[in-house]
C-alpha cells in the first residue's frame, strides 16, 4: 500500500546483506494537487508483511515532485523509470530519470541511504551533458571496493542516434565521476509506446533496450547487456 497516494506504479525490489526485501516504487495523488513522490517500503520477514503507511507504519520518502507541499523543482516535472540496488555494506541505491515535461532533456537522479532505508539524502544529478534523455538507468555494486557502476543510455540531440553511457561513484552515491560512452545503438528495440513499436508482431508493453550492468569482480571486468535490432532481427548484445 502506499499510505496517503492513490495509486502506484514502476515497482522495484532488491534485498540487503542481513535479508530485508526492499520495495520502491511511485505514489500518485489522483485528485489536486497530483502530487508524484518516490516511495519506499520494507520487509523484515521475507516479504509476508510491509510498512504500509498506516497504522503508524510510515513509508520512507525518497524524494518528492511536483504537488502536496513538498515538491521541489519545475512545473511539468515526471519522474520515471525507477530502479533500486542494494550494496553489500548496506547503502540503498536508488535511481530514476526525471522528465521536465517542458523539454527533451532529463537528467538521472541518484538518492541513497545508509540506515537501511529509514531516510535518504538529498539526490545527486547524473546526465550525460547533451540535452536529450538519460534515462533507463541500473547500478551495480563491487563488494570489495564499494565501486558503484551507474549504466543508462541517452537520446542523442539531433537524431544522431542512442549511446549507452557508465559513471562511478567511489563514497557511496555522494558524487559521480563524469560518465563516458561505451557503446551506440544501430537501432534500439522500442515497444512502448506504440506508435515506437519496431519488432515483429502486434504492439505489447514492456522494456526496450535497456543496458543491463553485472560485476564480475573476480576478473574485474563490467559487462553490459543490451538489445539491439540489426539487420531485421532483434539480437541481445554484450
Excluded: E
Amino acid at each position: 500500500g502506499t499510505g496517503a497516494y492513490d495509486f502506484g506504479g514502476d515497482p522495484a525490489v532488491a534485498f540487503g546483506p542481513d535479508g530485508t526485501a526492499y520495495f520502491a516504487c511511485f505514489g500518485y495523488q489522483g485528485t489536486s494537487p497530483y502530487g508524484v513522490a518516490l516511495l519506499l517500503s520494507r520487509s523484515t520477514d521475507g516479504g509476508r508483511t510491509w510498512l504500509s503507511g498506516g497504522s503508524g507504519q510510515r513509508l520512507t520518502l525518497v524524494s518528492a515532485f511536483q504537488g502536496n507541499g513538498k515538491a521541489r523543482g519545475s512545473t511539468g516535472q515526471f519522474p520515471d523509470h525507477d530502479a533500486i540496488h542494494v550494496a553489500s555494506d548496506g547503502t540503498i541505491y536508488v535511481t530514476w530519470a526525471q522528465f521536465t515535461g517542458l523539454s527533451s532533456h532529463s537528467p538521472v537522479y541518484v538518492a541513497t541511504s545508509t540506515d537501511g532505508g529509514r531516510s535518504f539524502g538529498l539526490p545527486v544529478a547524473v546526465t550525460s551533458g547533451s540535452v536529450r534523455s538519460d534515462q533507463d538507468q541500473r547500478i551495480v555494486t563491487d563488494p570489495r571496493t564499494g565501486m558503484a557502476y551507474l549504466t543508462f543510455d541517452n537520446s542523442i540531440q539531433g537524431g544522431k542516434g542512442t549511446a549507452m553511457y557508465v559513471s562511478t561513484s567511489a563514497d557511496r552515491g555522494h558524487s559521480w565521476s563524469a560518465p563516458i560512452a561505451l557503446g551506440t545503438f544501430q537501432n534500439p528495440v522500442c515497444l512502448f509506446p506504440p506508435y515506437c513499436f519496431n519488432i515483429a508482431g502486434a504492439p505489447f508493453r514492456g522494456p526496450g533496450s535497456y543496458p543491463a550492468p553485472a560485476l564480475d569482480t573476480i576478473r574485474k571486468r563490467l559487462y553490459v547487456a543490451y538489445t539491439d535490432i540489426i539487420g531485421s532481427r532483434a539480437q541481445i548484445l554484450l
